[in-house]
């Protein structure tokens, strides 16, 4: 049985399913999609900094005495279909989906007993939202996550008890413990993604015992993996897996398995409607994103904003739709796969290696302009084959002068214009050391 320390928790072992999976897709949703503007930290922007840009949105737009909590009836969700946003996923190749049950504002996705008229269930969507996307997303076989934030800004408990230095815990034992095992008990997660943990300590929290439940006497505690944001100084040191900071990127082999999130909108996790295009991840940087991450051993979990109606607006759709098509073709290299010996090549940081048994892949993001691909980091053998994914056949290849080898690729006749070129091949070594 696990013990309520550090000590006995980290060596839990993490649930394979987590490191095959790869890729995930992160949902944020909530109070904030229906100012839609700015960011998902809208209340706190606006409120708690007084931010003039946030202060003068409201004041075009809104009448004088408005509240943030005035938002919520307009928190429809008229247009949420469940099954097609599963359908979505699952084109894109997530092999799991993370909601936000509740982000820092507080209001709750589905019928929290201790959120009293700041949830879906008695104001806005008058419907379970995490109850409905959890069932869609287990008939598509994928495997839910739970985003759940330990602090909420303006909730009066947590006010008074971070006034006391945190030594009081009224919020804690009377908010988000109770909420957190009410998530557990009620949906049965496969994974819980724990944010808003900076403020406050360890001690504060309570996640060590919560932990310890989850891990020895949860309805989860064979299947569930969680991240390491459980207390000030826990990112990157304690918890499950590491998330170490929004948008991480190690630069080298991390010892620990690892998650990267990232945005499709550049600027913000929630919906914006003033977002442009320029501001929205390419395909091209989407990939690169997510073969860098699997080289490096981490999952790559890609988030969009749906609107305050449900929908997850169609420029989103078509970038998660591309990222599916390129797993289509390329995902062997993805899934399951393991990092090799070397991450690039020293030369580049345009070919990306990952492994899975003894094939090594070889993910180039770049068409070399002769065809001819240069690869320094493998040892070839007279037993050396080489493919590419999706295309029939054998590929010609030599030795290289400088070590590694050379390899002919297929031709491939130029792309009617303006058609973007297609970010990131892969080709399969096997007989390479």
Request: charged share 20%; glycine share 8%.
């Amino acid at each position: 049985r696990y013990r309520p320390d550090w000590a006995s928790l980290d060596a839990r072992p993490l649930p394979a399913w987590f490191d095959q999976a790869k890729g995930g897709g992160f949902v944020h949703w909530g109070v904030f999609s229906v100012p839609a503007w700015g960011s998902e930290w809208f209340w706190w922007h606006w409120q708690g900094e007084h931010r003039a840009d946030y202060e003068r949105f409201m004041r075009l737009r809104y009448p004088p005495d408005t509240t943030y909590a005035d938002f919520a009836p307009h928190f429809t969700a008229h247009d949420f279909q469940p099954r097609e946003w599963a359908q979505l996923f699952q084109k894109a190749g997530a092999r799991y989906v993370v909601l936000t049950t509740k982000h820092h504002e507080g209001f709750t996705n589905w019928g929290s007993p201790v959120s009293w008229n700041w949830n879906s269930l008695d104001t806005g969507p008058h419907q379970d939202l995490v109850g409905k996307l959890g069932e869609a997303l287990r008939e598509s076989n994928i495997r839910y996550g739970l985003y759940h934030s330990l602090l909420e800004w303006f909730n009066p408990l947590y006010l008074a008890d971070k006034k006391s230095g945190f030594k009081t815990q009224d919020f804690v034992l009377k908010k988000t413990m109770p909420e957190l095992y009410d998530l557990v008990l009620k949906y049965k997660p496969d994974l819980i993604w724990s944010d808003g943990d900076w403020e406050a300590p360890e001690s504060y929290w309570n996640s060590t015992s919560f932990l310890a439940w989850l891990y020895n006497d949860s309805p989860v505690k064979d299947t569930v993996v969680v991240n390491d944001r459980w207390c000030d100084n826990c990112s990157c040191h304690h918890g499950g897996y590491y998330n170490c900071a929004d948008k991480y990127k190690p630069g080298t082999l991390p010892a620990h398995k690892w998650e990267m999130c990232s945005s499709i909108d550049k600027l913000s996790w929630g919906y914006r409607s003033n977002m442009n295009v320029a501001e929205l991840m390419d395909e091209a940087s989407i990939i690169k994103e997510l073969v860098q991450t699997v080289s490096f051993g981490g999952n790559y979990l890609l988030n969009v904003g749906p609107t305050k109606e449900g929908v997850i607006v169609p420029i989103f759709q078509e970038r998660l739709l591309a990222l599916g098509r390129w797993l289509d073709t390329n995902g062997e290299a993805i899934y399951e796969s393991k990092p090799w010996r070397a991450q690039t090549d020293n030369s580049t940081d345009m070919v990306w290696y990952t492994s899975k048994g003894p094939a090594v892949y070889a993910i180039f993001l770049i068409w070399p302009q002769d065809s001819i691909l240069e690869l320094s980091a493998p040892t070839p053998s007279p037993a050396t084959q080489v493919t590419m994914l999706g295309f029939a056949g054998t590929l010609k290849w030599q030795k290289s002068p400088s070590e590694g080898l050379l390899i002919s690729l297929p031709y491939l006749p130029p792309p009617p214009l303006p058609v973007p070129p297609q970010a990131g091949w892969t080709v399969k070594l096997e007989g390479v050391k």
